[in-house]
């Protein structure tokens, strides 16, 4: 499976401030999602955007999707240090009558309180 | 019932033990899936079952064998692992059909390899 590229792999920010990260792909898509992992364990959804979507938003997060240059971002405002964790994009491909999710490689966000 | 329960949390095996992963669900998901992840590495996946039927194998070695029982349950057989083998193995599942395609991880079972 290919994966997709997040940068930045780790970013350090100030509780309070915005945190952004960014995710390529190299595949078509039919929906891009975020996840959130804590210390290594389970992943939980955060928010998802289809392919004919530019744009959507959920309490503090923002997604982007750009299709034409493969990409997607998402930005985390007024950070708390709740949010220190490890994020993944993950890129959905129908394949063989279902569908697959691919995860990039991971931004890992640490909020100094 | 929203969750995902994996079970054992932990467990360590010899490279000639045999053992099993169980994964259940009751939310009525159809779609179930195995991911390995290494240490600050993301989840690969491995299979992919659908109806209670394997859809995706992704190349995974013999040595890993998963199974679907019912609608409920998934497991995975571990026979003969290499120490590479250690790593989290998360199950998740999500429903088919209608729009919402989001998946639903277990917690992971945290498998060491000696």
Known sequence: ?113 | DTEVTQTPKHLVMGMTNKKSLKCEQHMGHRAMYWYKQKAKKPPELMFVYSYEKLSINESVPSRFSPECPNSSLLNLHLHALQPEDSALYLCASRPIGGSNEKLFFGSGTQLSVL
């Not at chain 1, 595949?27 to 891009?32: A, D, K, V």
């Not at chain 1, 959804?45 to 990409?71: A, M, P, W």
């Not at chain 1, 405002?77 to 709740?82: F, V």
């Open chain 1, 1 to 113: 499976s290919q994966q997709g590229e997040e940068d930045p792999q780790a970013l350090s920010i100030q509780e309070g401030e915005n945190a952004t990260m960014n995710c390529s792909y190299k595949t078509s898509i039919n929906n891009l999602q975020w996840y959130r992992q804590n210390s290594g364990r389970g992943l939980v959804h955060l928010i998802l955007i289809r392919s004919n979507e530019r744009e959507k938003h959920s309490g503090r997060l923002r997604v982007t999707l750009d299709t034409s240059k493969k990409s997607s971002s998402l930005l985390i405002t007024a950070s708390r240090a709740a949010d220190t964790a490890s994020y993944f994009c993950a890129t959905g491909e129908r394949a063989s009558g279902t569908y697959k999710y691919i995860f990039g490689t991971g931004t890992r966000l640490k909020v100094l309180a």
